[in-house]
């Protein structure tokens, strides 16, 4: 029976086996949107994806918390409130890397921990996520973090090994996705496996980025008052940039807007940035991070911190890739570990 | 709390206000389904989230104790944006609750033990909720000792409660100590006169000199402004108390209460702790383990 949780899909078949995801939901996959840049898009075809992407700038956890929604619209003259009633429609994420596939997984666990979030939740259980693998270019550092490889949070995922896909199983709904398209599968050979085994070594060969993970909770500690945070709090510009692109970052804010009639308006949860001064705000006046430097230490701290063992960053490179001030994450860890100079 | 979703307020009606300082309001409300007023429990030093709709919400401490009285009283400072608006409400206004969050005092740990309370300025808020638990089950703790200080006598919160126990406290084992920082301030002079081992002119640390010598089986509990904390823990320290033996409750930016959306975040990559669910109180120890907590 194992043998069935591994199959293999030639490249001529994804085409239509995109097709007929169609009744699973609408596909969003990555699309080159300019030179360098990509972003996860609802296609209609696989034909006006990039499958061969190295990042999209914003990660895919947009489908799941949104940028800016409402919880709820109030009417203050009836005293009464009104929930919105998560009605997203079933979606198809093709193409999702490991790197945010764990940071999905993550996620889930803040939001469905001890308060279950019913918007993520419902969403989540919409959505049908196909992995695939994928080269690392210069930024990417998930292997240091041990987040290149996906055990599960997906449906289907893709190994590209060369002309086909080893497709592995990471779920029965994903199961039933090969069972309802079994003429497009085959099964997996010895050769393929050795293709495999090619494509894994040239994939695990070709990073050129690592941060030591080793120990980096007690260094980070030891290193809370290094000039090091001086050094990069000078550099940063306070954009929040880095936190827009991450595929962890999930802080929010709660704001209401009222309505011209002053009467009605809603309630609403937005991405925020603990990179923006007005975080540790509280009222009365006292800021307990009021320097970037505070912020961007905060910053690494949280993400060298561990949950559950694992840790807060996928090392997709993308906060390094985004920042408009060039301030490089693994960089600073190294500098606090006396690396580099 | 709502079922579906942690963000979802209850709906609560003003029943009272009461101004006690130019900037401070006591509020009672009650809940308006009987279910929310039968479901709401919690502990002193428990927290909820205040909202008023179109502008929005802010963390208060509840500063009682949970008892068979129906409905909350909360201690508002007029201090931002949404305590703003609730000091603009009246009596009969409806208000939105959401909570109670975070952990509260450890009341049944510390059964048994002396209390040493601490409170600067509004942080008598959730001490105040200790001293009411402690009273209600006075059989349970031994003796209780309170230091409050305060910037002027105007300034001084449950001013009516605070005098009766600095005059009458020790007849329900309660010692009120009281220091005020305003040196031309003449009605807490005059207390000063009236009971000197009791009252000082000068900053809350300064009442540890007035204190008896420390019984080995006590606690201390702490509430007050964040530049309150490092001074009092000295003093603690001095007086021979373990980092397990101190509890303080700590403020925070705090936009959701469940530790999801960042803003009360604290500590390193070795500590990180979020202050509304993994507390807002914290034992010594806890701060010692986590940078940038007090």
Redesign the interface.
């Known amino acids: 029976m194992t043998e069935q949780l591994y199959k293999i899909l030639s490249k001529e078949n994804i085409e239509q086996f995109s097709y007929s995801l169609r009744s699973s939901g609408k596909i969003y996959a990555p699309v080159k949107t300019s030179k360098e840049s990509h972003s996860f898009k609802h296609v209609e075809s696989l034909k006006e994806a990039d499958l061969g992407y190295t990042r999209t700038m914003i990660p895919p956890k947009k489908f799941f918390i949104s940028p800016s929604e409402t ?2 619209t ?1 009417n ?1 003259e009836n ?3 009104y ?1 919105i009633q998560a009605t997203d429609e079933p979606l198809v994420l093709f193409g999702v890397h490991p790197c945010d596939l764990n940071a999905l997984n993550l996620l889930a666990k ?2 469905l921990e ?2 279950t ?3 993520y939740n419902e969403r989540r259980e919409n959505t049908t996520i196909i992995g695939i693998s994928c080269t690392p270019d210069e930024h990417c550092f998930c292997k240091s973090t041990g987040t290149d490889y996906a055990k599960d949070g997906f449906e289907l995922f893709l190994h590209d090994i060369g002309d086909r896909y080893l497709v592995r199983v990471g779920s029965l709904k994903g199961y039933k996705l090969l069972e309802g398209n079994s003429s497009l599968f085959t099964d997996v050979t010895e050769e393929d496996i050795e293709l495999y085994k090619i494509a894994e070594n040239e994939r695990l060969g070709s990073f050129t980025k690592n941060l030591e993970m080793s120990g ?6 030891l290193n ?1 008052d290094s000039p090091v945070w001086e050094e990069y709090g000078e550099k940063c510009l306070s954009c929040g940039s880095c936190n827009l692109v991450c595929p962890r970052c ?7 807007h ?1 309505d011209l009639n ?1 009467n009605t ?1 809603e ?1 609403v ?1 937005k991405w ?1 940035s ?1 990179m923006l001064q007005e ?6 006046g ?1 800021n ?1 991070r009021a320097t970037s430097k505070e912020r961007l230490r ?1 910053r ?7 949950k559950e063992d694992m840790p807060n960053c996928v090392g997709c490179g993308r906060c390094t890739t985004y920042c408009p001030a060039e301030i490089d994450y693994v960089e600073i860890i190294q500098k606090l570990r006396g690396e580099i100079q | 709390m709502k079922e ?6 209850m ?1 609560a009606r003003i029943t009272e206000i009461h101004k006690m300082t130019d900037i401070e309001k006591l509020i009672t409300l009650r809940f308006q389904d009987p279910k929310d007023e039968e479901n709401f429990s919690y502990m002193p030093g428990q927290f909820v989230k205040l909202g008023v ?6 963390p208060i401490s509840i500063c009682t104790a949970k008892s068979d009285e129906p409905g909350l009283e909360l201690c508002i ?1 007029n ?5 703003n608006a609730v000091h603009r409400q009246n009596v009969g206004d ?1 208000i ?1 609750v959401r909570g109670p969050y975070g952990n509260g005092f450890p009341m049944e740990e510390v059964e048994g033990k002396d209390l040493l309370l601490v409170a600067g300025g509004l942080g008598i808020a959730p001490i105040r909720g200790v001293l009411q638990y402690a009273l209600q089950h006075r059989e349970r703790f031994g003796e209780i000792s309170f230091l409050y200080g305060v910037r002027c006598y105007d300034l001084m919160l449950y001013k009516d409660e605070i005098l009766d126990y600095f005059r009458n406290g020790e007849e329900i084992g309660v010692k009120l100590y009281l220091s005020y920082e305003d040196k031309e301030d003449e009605v807490c002079y005059g207390l000063e006169c009236e009971q000197d081992d009791r009252c000082t002119q000068g900053m809350v640390t300064k009442l540890f000199s007035l204190l008896d010598q420390r019984k080995k089986n006590s606690v201390a509990l702490i509430g007050g ?2 530049i309150m904390y490092k001074f009092t823990v000295m003093e603690l320290e001095k007086m021979g108390f373990k980092p397990e033996e101190v509890y303080m409750t700590l ?3 705090m ?2 209460g ?6 009360c ?8 702790k979020y202050v509304c ?1 993994d507390g807002p109180v914290f034992t010594l120890w806890d701060a010692m383990n986590t ?2 907590m007090i």
């Open positions: 919880i709820f109030f203050k005293e009464e409130y929930e803040v939001y001890s308060f979030d019913k918007y980096l909770q007690e260094m980070l500690d809370y999930r802080c929010y804010d709660v704001q209401d009222m002053l308006g309630r949860r925020y603990c975080h540790g705000l509280v009222a009365g006292h307990f905060n690494i701290n949280c993400k060298g911190s561990l | 579906n979703n942690p963000l979802s307020p709906k709709m179109g502008v929005g919400e802010a400072r201090a931002g944006r949404v305590t409806t939105w402004p964040p403020e925070r930016r936009r959701c469940v530790g999801q959306c960042g803003h975040i604290v500590g390193t990559g070795k500590s990180i669910k940078k940038g």
